[in-house]
């Protein structure tokens, strides 16, 4: 079971850049497929992007793609998100998220970190 724990949140302005880590812990972090989930407030939780185990195949949603870039160390077990010219809409607390199979559900989540773009 892996557990899984985000940093780098905080507050920038439009257009800034932030990144964002994730370190696993407590198993194999290359058995699992990655990802990056958000929720705003009074908002549903929503994908945002997600990585495979080898980190060759990525895929985002739509609003954020050309902006976001999804990664992973395998070797120092840590997920990723480089978020660039960021948007008041982009902010929220930002979740990393892993499952071992690619069809079903996330079924790891980290804690949580707040993202805030405001001037």
């Known amino acids: 079971q892996v557990q899984l724990v985000e940093s780098g949140g905080g507050l920038v302005q439009p257009g800034g850049s932030l990144s964002l880590s994730c370190a696993a812990s407590?198993?194999?972090?290359?058995?699992?497929?990655m990802a990056w989930f958000r929720q705003a407030p009074g908002k549903e939780r929503e994908f945002v992007a997600a990585i495979n185990k080898s980190g060759g195949v990525t895929n985002y949603r739509d609003s954020v793609k050309g902006r976001f870039t999804i990664s992973r160390d395998n070797a120092k077990n840590t997920l990723y998100l480089q978020m660039n010219s960021l948007k008041p809409e982009d902010t929220a607390v930002y979740y990393c998220a892993a499952k071992e199979t690619p069809i079903f559900k996330y079924d790891y989540w980290g804690q949580g970190t707040q993202v805030t773009v405001s001037s």
């Open positions: 407590g198993s194999i972090f290359t058995n699992y497929y």
